[in-house]
């Protein structure tokens, strides 16, 4: 059982280049999430997926799109990466129910350059 | 909106107790939650407590929640090293499939020996 796993662990852009960053859990879970952190800006939603087949915005998700490919798996993908999107993106999966435990993969460190 | 806030910084000597504080705007929210990011790493669920509870006790951790003042606190028994990390608090917002969780911007909390 991995959990959440992530790919890549690092990554290097142009400004311009485009990129999927893959995201996969193993605990059957309905509800995926794609995150970014920055310095103090604590964790912001970009988008994510109540279940297979429906994806919504979050809190942030201009210059990103996403898909849910099945249940397994939530990709994120950025089609022109600019600077700002310079960050360390998360992705997370959660149980169903009342109790809202969240599984956190390691994350992606991207630099925009 | 909804609004989740906490200290940033907070530094204590190893052996003593930490206590770390978070205000939260949603008196709906149904449980509240405390997750762990150690350096290099995604989050983990810490310890969380349904909004009917005054106060979870779990090992060295201590959560009050005041329901009336919308704070929560933790508070971690004689700290060790190993607890230097990131502390997030988070909320519940939203119902059904759109529940989401809203985070504070976390409390980088540094063990001194």
């Known amino acids: 059982n991995a959990g959440v796993t992530q790919t890549p662990k690092f990554q290097v852009l142009k400004t311009g280049q485009s990129m999927t960053l893959q995201c996969a859990q193993d605990?059957?879970?309905?509800?995926m999430y794609w995150y970014r952190q920055d310095p103090g800006m604590g964790l912001r939603l970009i988008y994510y997926s109540a279940s297979e087949g429906t994806t919504d915005k979050g809190e942030v998700p201009n210059g990103y799109n996403v898909s849910r490919l099945n249940k397994r798996e939530f990709s994120l993908r950025l089609e022109s990466a600019a600077p700002s999107q310079t960050s360390v993106y998360f992705c997370?999966?959660?149980?169903?129910?009342?109790?809202?435990?969240?599984?956190f993969g390691p994350g992606t460190r991207l630099t925009v350059t | 909106g909804e609004d989740v806030e906490q200290s940033l910084f907070l530094s204590v000597r190893e052996g003593d107790s930490s206590v770390i504080n978070c205000t939260y705007t949603d008196s709906s929210s149904t449980y509240l939650y405390w997750y762990k990011q150690e350096p290099g790493a995604g989050l983990q669920l810490l310890t969380y407590i349904f909004s009917n509870m005054d106060m979870k006790q779990d090992q060295r951790l201590t959560v009050l929640l005041n329901k009336k003042d919308k704070h929560l606190s933790l508070r971690i028994a004689d700290t060790q090293t190993g607890d230097s990390a990131i502390y997030f608090c988070?909320?519940?917002?939203?119902?059904?499939?759109?529940?989401?969780?809203?985070w504070g911007l976390g409390t980088s909390l540094a063990v001194n020996p």
């Open positions: 997370a999966s959660r149980t169903a129910g009342a109790h809202y435990e969240q599984y």
């Open positions: 988070a909320e519940t917002s939203g119902a059904g499939n759109n529940r989401k969780l809203i």
């Open positions: 605990m059957n879970h309905n509800s």
